[in-house]
């Protein structure tokens, strides 16, 4: 249930000792642990060296990084001492850019998949017997067995409802007969505003006790593997990336069993109409112990709204620079307040049952945070034109170089001097690139790097970033008149999109239609003489380097082979870019979403790929909790009217959810059971290459 809050100018100041993200003593021994068999002593000791490698790369600020050889990729390493003393598990092949696939599939899809389970004590284990019980699900389904549509009289009864609450033309009497609570306001800048938002522990008890994915949710870290020899890494989903193994890694002395629950957030602001400029600011969260095939589809509601981030001008404070740090302090106090009941329990855990009715000690934990560009400098605190993740120059932006990451225990503790003086706070946020947030949100997460925790976004770095510079980059190379030639000419064909009318004219283009002009890019210009009348040979290999780049990056498995052969194309369009000088196009290519592409191979050994963090869905979300939530209200006390239709509706589709489950548990006790032959033998492979045998 949403309820409002009051942000108050009442701080304190957080102990640094839980503030530097993860405290690690003792990495343990693989002597005492349940070590699979296949695994000799060598490999044994080999994880232990990965496991400490993993854990300082997240404690020390040092995200996996590519050391390069004249532009080319060479080896992956997490650290930066050589290799030969931290061995790590991505290798890349010696001759660059051929891959060596005798290990993996060049396209990420594995015939078999070796998988090595956490080998400290068994995370996601059962709390005792005496927690244990039915789910609060199933207590609710026995108690109303009497029929399928309780607690509503008939079908009929249900149905009316359902018809009032999801379609009805009006919600005027619904609203007066259920009013919600008064909202308590704030004033900022001589403007009252009120915060929504709802209880966060209680939307994560929601989302890990929904009968719905019971089986399907990941309680551990694993390893996966594409051959017997473990020299070949796979990467798909969360609980597959080095981050989790780290976090339990961690929670193994203290929590041993623990289940971490890995939070992903979102945020991003939108516009509710087209004239008026009405805006939201939604914040969504979801976990990562659901398959993102399960958390990418809107009609399994495993995304869920946790809040309305206050959307205001400011327009009494007429200071520039002070109008922009108000706005950051506002969206900094709301998101503390919302996220504050987390902070405790990511260390101490917080009983949990799971929709199976099995109790759970879970430890939610602040892994992810998915937003575009702006939202990413908003919450990193960082200055608009830099990277959020590391200390890049400005003027070298371009460069295929990887720089230091951002020390998160500099930032905490210049973030600690916000209740000193106010000049000497500015000033040592000026001296290590931040801006004066006065006590971020993310300060005091344990096990958290705020800096390692912006994921990258395919959607607006690579399709409305990336390819929108490359495809304005063409029209300056060969004009749109024979761009858009090319356009028209080409044959119809099922698997692309004809733009009959050219793409030079299109305005507010979209995220889909930039994945369909990346289709048909390379047949605008292959053959295709420069008005120069110079071969186009130059300018299509880095194109075609390019578009290498950002299919590899949508993989939705990786290796270590695809992570090698994505940094190659990565090499090769840096040695191949200055053709767009060449021609008088660019003078330089210090743009940070061309500089974010080095990130992508850490993020995807750390969280996964990078379905797992996609804009994608988030933006698909502001239909639903958004967009049709304004049009059901009057358009006058906005977010009162949209929390009240958005809880009931929820309130709706639970039951709905509840009918089904009912239905189909009446089914299955209809059936008549059939003798069972003799079993079959038949291969079969799931999405992530995984053979399974019936």
Same mark, same amino acid.
């Given at each position: ?23 690690? $003593? ?277 995304? =869920? ?60 934990? /602040? ?79 344990? /096990? ?21 510079? =490359? ?26 999109? $004809? /733009? ?65 052969? =994505? ?128």
């Amino acid at each position: 249930m949403f309820t409002s809050g009051t942000l108050h100018a009442a701080h304190t100041t957080h102990d640094a000792n839980t503030t530097r993200g993860m405290d690690v $003593t003792d990495h343990g021994s693989l002597a005492d642990a349940n070590v699979p068999d296949t695994i000799d002593a060598d490999a044994a000791d080999t994880a232990d060296a990965v496991d400490a490698n993993v854990w300082e790369a997240l404690v020390q600020d040092i995200e996996p990084t590519v050391d390069t050889d004249q532009g080319h990729a060479s080896r992956v390493q997490l650290s930066p001492s050589p290799p030969s003393e931290t061995p790590h598990p991505l290798t890349s092949p010696p001759d660059p850019p051929i891959c060596d696939g005798s290990n993996s599939n060049t396209t990420g899809s594995q015939a078999q998949v070796i998988v090595d389970s956490f080998p400290h004590g068994v995370p996601g284990t059962p709390m005792p017997d005496p927690f244990q019980g039915q789910s609060d699900h199933r207590s609710h389904e026995d108690a109303i067995n009497t029929s399928v549509w309780a607690p509503f009289h008939s079908q009929c009864n249900w149905e009316i409802a359902l018809w009032a609450k999801m379609h009805g033309p009006t919600l005027s009497a619904l609203t007066e007969l259920l009013q919600i609570p008064k909202c308590e306001d704030f004033t900022i800048g001589g403007e009252r505003l009120s915060f929504y938002f709802q209880n966060v522990l209680q939307c994560i008890r929601t989302l890990f006790g929904n009968p719905e994915f019971a089986h399907e949710l990941a309680f551990a870290p694993e390893r996966h593997y594409s051959d017997p020899k473990r020299t070949c890494r796979v990467y798909s989903e969360m609980h597959t990336g080095d981050w989790w193994w780290a976090v339990q890694t961690s929670l193994k002395s203290q929590q041993p069993g623990a289940t971490v629950v890995p939070l992903i957030l979102s945020s991003n602001k939108t516009q509710l109409t087209l004239f008026r400029g009405k805006a939201a600011y939604p914040v969504y969260l979801t976990i990562g112990n659901i398959p993102k095939a399960t958390h990418q589809k809107p009609s399994h509601h495993a995304q =869920l709204l946790i809040g309305y981030i206050p959307t205001t001008k400011l327009e009494g404070i007429t200071n520039q620079a002070a109008h922009r740090r108000a706005l950051a302090n506002l969206f900094h106090t709301c998101m503390h307040k919302l996220l504050a009941p987390v902070t405790h329990y990511s260390e101490s855990g917080i009983a949990m049952m799971s929709g199976d009715g099995i109790w759970h000690q879970c430890h939610p934990v /602040f892994a992810v945070f998915v937003g575009d560009y702006p939202e990413q400098t908003l919450v990193t605190c960082t200055y608009n034109g830099r990277c959020p993740k590391c200390m890049v120059p400005l003027d070298r932006l371009g460069e295929y170089t990887r720089f230091p990451p951002r020390s998160y225990n500099k930032a905490i503790d210049t973030f600690l001097l916000a209740d000193e003086e106010v000049r000497i706070f500015h000033a040592a946020c000026h001296e290590v690139g931040l801006k004066p947030i006065f006590h971020p949100f993310w300060e005091s997460f344990p /096990f958290s790097n705020i800096f390692i925790s912006i994921t990258l976004d395919i959607l607006h770095q690579l399709l409305q970033g990336v390819a929108k510079h =490359l495809m304005a980059w063409l029209r300056r190379a060969f004009g749109p008149v024979a761009i858009d030639a090319r356009c028209r000419s080409l044959p119809p064909n099922h698997h692309i999109t $004809t /733009f009959m009318k050219g793409i030079s004219g299109l305005s507010c283009v979209t995220g889909l239609e930039h994945k369909n002009m990346c289709r048909i890019l390379l047949g605008l210009i292959i053959n295709h003489p420069l008005p120069s009348g110079q071969a186009p040979l130059w300018l299509v290999r880095t194109v075609c380097t390019l578009l290498d780049f950002l299919y590899l990056a949508q993989l939705p498995s990786q290796t270590t082979d695809t992570l090698c052969r =994505l940094e190659d194309s990565l090499a090769s369009f840096h040695s191949n870019k200055s053709i767009f000088v060449d021609l008088g196009i660019r003078d330089h290519f210090n743009i940070p979403k061309v500089h974010s592409l080095i990130h992508y191979s850490s993020s995807i050994m750390l969280f996964g790929t990078t379905d797992n963090y996609n804009m994608e869905q988030t933006e698909r979300l502001h239909i639903d909790f958004a967009k049709d939530a304004y049009r059901a209200t009057n358009h006058k006390d906005k977010y009162q009217q949209m929390t009240t239709w958005l809880e009931r509706h929820e309130k709706v589709q639970q039951h709905i959810a509840f009918i089904k489950r009912r239905q189909g548990a009446d089914q299955e006790n209809m059936q008549i059971p059939q003798p069972s032959g003799p079993p079959l033998l038949k291969r079969r492979t799931n999405e992530q290459g995984l053979i399974a045998r019936s």
